[in-house]
């Protein structure tokens, strides 16, 4: 079995990710020291009070120093800034990894300001909130969640095994794939979700005929289910939109041809197409929760209560 | 105030919400008797299996009879034809309503067949779960959830006053409205999200060069949470998509018009614009938990546990 318990972790960054990472990483035992930089100082006083890590610096290359594992945790535009600022203090032999959204544009950022012997594995555990900030992680959002690494060139395949290793021990499965195809599936799976989201949320917010204290009392309706990811970090998806343009686009071209299939059969009545669209979708969520990666009960698992003093009905 | 108790309830359908409202009734008191209809003969088994109505019928027509209070709680495609079917029957000084998610077309659909005697005031419970049948009902659905009345013409204002305590007495606040505005409304929260929820999930699955297992597996980035509203039931979205077409177009109008915004600024690498529209949306979010009608919990409170075998976090 491989050892996975690492000397020194820095964390680049302490937001929902990092702050999740260190809990994980101390409950399960997998450094001996756990640091972060962060670029506010009530990040890093938070990450202090929390005692999530031993030392918060203010610069990644601080915090980098001596450390055999080295987590990226920040927003992807700002990767190949810390790239460079990292590259002349990072240890022989260091891990250094990241968890953002996107891969191949993530790949381009940092893999060619890594010195020689220096292990550059890129990954995206595909987990989250809509919360963010260091107050805002925990321990076990990782467990049965899905970390996508997309190794490169000639990586070191005890590097590659070790991160694995590390994945697994926050309970998360562990996949590997090329960073273009992770593009593509994230696409999909999540970046597109989290555009029409937010496009409703905005579109919602605009109307002339219909009040916001319409939108809000009647939101049950399902709107308020769209606010939850449109309610994530703007910094965070803004970049991610920025180096995924690609793929999105793609997925994005597919999803309104879709939609004005669905318009037309509405316009003219069509009332077989649209039940035959309606029927598809049943079963991709039955094998959804019977692959772990959603909760089976009704409504999220909502709190109906007959005491329920509003907010969690 | 109001005395809210009827003599008898006729539900014409005992899906997820005519079973709610059977439970919610029998918690509650607020009716002498609880009957119901349902076309198909399992839905009466198992409506008297549950115990949650006292005699369930094949037809509209005999559960009707004697009651001073009949909720149509089928698709609203079959509400024209229930209503010829039933008006010769019904008794005088009854209230007649439903629970249908359009208005105007309902209004059109029964109205003209109430026969003088008969108050006619349509409703619209916004609640509900992806689940359908008389099994997924249950009693707490109604609480804290917004009922919209649309009483047209010269209803009987006592007649109203008695429906909305009964709606009340479940738990519901009650709003009422012209039957359009209701549509425009909930247009934007609860069809179009609806739809788009419908139609990612269609463009998901009809992709070639990401497989159905890589939407499943990595369905927490976001995807998952649009295939619970893509769950609901298909007949009764087809008919609410074909009763409310100028609404539900007007809207998708503006989310497309919205959408290709964001296009064109991922296209043009414009962040400041993505983030703009991002930041926009934390703000709704807050007012709909603030209001009660959203957890404040993260990830509508999926469970997250160490312990987790899969399908709760």
């Not at 809509?130 to 899905?146: D, M, V």
């Not at 009040?211 to 289910?225: L, M, N, P």
Request: aromatic share 6%; charged share 25%.
């Amino acid at each position: 079995m491989t050892d996975v318990k690492f000397n020194r972790l820095a964390l680049i960054g302490i937001g929902l990710i990092g702050s999740s990472i260190a809990r994980a990483v101390r409950k399960a035992d997998l450094a001996s020291e756990i640091v972060c930089s962060a670029r506010t100082a009530d990040s890093r006083r938070v990450a202090m009070e929390l005692g999530i890590v031993d030392v918060a610096y203010e610069t990644a290359e601080e915090a980098v120093k001596g450390a055999d594992l080295v987590i990226l945790c920040t927003p992807v535009g700002t990767y190949e800034a810390i790239a460079k600022e990292i590259a002349p203090v990072l240890q022989e032999g260091a891990i250094v990894s990241d968890v953002g959204s996107v891969k191949s544009a993530v790949v381009k950022a940092i893999g060619p300001h890594m010195p020689d012997g220096v292990h550059f594995i890129a990954g995206h555990p595909v987990a989250g909130t809509e919360k963010s900030g260091p107050a805002a992680g925990f321990a076990e959002l990782f467990i049965n969640r899905w970390c996508i690494l997309t190794p490169t060139g000639d990586v070191d395949a005890d590097a590659l095994e070790k991160l694995s290793a590390f994945w697994s021990a926050m309970g998360s499965k562990v996949d590997t794939m090329e960073p273009e195809h992770h593009d593509l599936v994230l696409a999909i799976t999540s970046h597109i979700p989290h555009l029409i989201a937010y496009n409703i949320v905005g579109t919602a917010d605009d109307l002339e005929d219909v009040t916001q204290s319409e939108v809000i009392k009647y939101s049950a309706g399902g709107f308020r289910d769209f606010t939850r990811i449109a309610a994530s970090d703007p910094t965070m998806w803004r970049d991610v939109f920025l180096h995924n343009k690609d793929a999105v686009l793609e997925m994005l071209g597919r999803f309104t041809e879709d939609l004005a299939q669905l318009q037309r059969a509405i316009r003219w009545e069509d009332g077989d197409t649209l039940f035959k669209i309606f029927s598809r979708t049943r079963a991709i969520r039955r094998q959804i929760i019977d692959a772990g990666q959603e909760t089976p009960e009704p409504d999220f698992g909502r709190v109906h209560k007959a005491d329920d003093k509003g907010g969690k009905a």
